[in-house]
């Protein structure tokens, strides 16, 4: 079984602080992910990783960095956290394009960031 | 822009009831997956069904059934004889033909299935 960890399943910090959030998977998938989930909002893409030291933006990457410096490891940075940035913090990794389908995101089991 | 419609915010039924979940989507592109992800208390999504843009079978899996129709920009699921570890939060998302699996979530549907 995939299993995707987050290094943290509740997490509290104050404004300014930089908040680093870790994700770890084990089946050496090329693709990871990281979303947040807000009510009303569903989830939304920050960033994702296609390979070591690759990274694209995603739909909210304002306020937010990334660091995949091994293949199994995803980190999310918060430079400066602020309150707006209060959420839970999902993760996800899958193989890459070039197998054939029967790839779905596996997530991992979220870590709830607040921020006071 | 590709968007996913969920317009029930919550549903209760009583066990054993069937209940659908709608799921409408927006995409301009021609090969595009549509999917359906499980989220129990726990927190962590589960995967649940793949569609391409191609194959508009419907496809049943036990208790869970989804029909996909083009023609309406819909992808419904539908749970027969709903039971109590079916309560959770249901999302539907769309991918467009990246090969990199970058889903557009809807905003979910909340499942109440009480005993």
């Known amino acids: 079984d995939v299993k995707v960890t987050q290094s943290s399943r509740y997490l509290v910090k104050r404004t300014g602080e930089k908040v680093f959030l870790e994700c770890v998977q084990d089946m050496d998938h090329e693709n990871m992910f990281w979303y947040r989930q807000d009510p009303g909002l569903g989830l939304r893409l920050i960033y994702f990783s296609y390979d070591v030291k690759m990274k694209e933006k995603g739909d909210i990457p304002e306020g937010y960095s990334v660091s995949r410096e091994k293949k199994e490891r995803f980190s999310l940075i918060l430079e400066s956290a602020s309150t707006n940035q209060t959420s839970m913090y999902l993760c996800?990794?899958?193989?890459?394009?070039?197998?054939?389908?029967?790839?779905?995101?596996?997530f991992g089991n979220g870590t709830r960031l607040t921020v006071t | 822009a590709q968007k996913v419609t969920q317009a029930q915010t919550e549903i209760s039924v009583v066990e054993k009831e069937d209940v659908t979940l709608d799921c409408v989507y927006e995409t301009r592109d021609t090969t595009y997956y549509l999917f359906w992800y499980k989220q129990p208390p726990s927190g962590e999504l589960v995967f649940l069904i793949r569609?391409?843009?191609?194959?508009?079978q419907n496809e049943i899996s036990g208790r869970y059934s989804w029909n996909f129709q083009k023609s309406t920009s819909s992808f419904n699921f539908t749970i027969t004889a709903s039971q109590v570890v079916d309560s959770a939060v249901y999302f539907c998302a769309l991918s467009e033909d990246t090969g990199f699996q970058k889903l557009v979530f809807g905003t979910g549907t909340r499942l109440l299935v009480s005993p």
């Open positions: 569609r391409n843009s191609f194959d508009e």
């Open positions: 996800a990794s899958s193989l890459a394009r070039t197998i054939p389908m029967n790839s779905p995101l596996h």
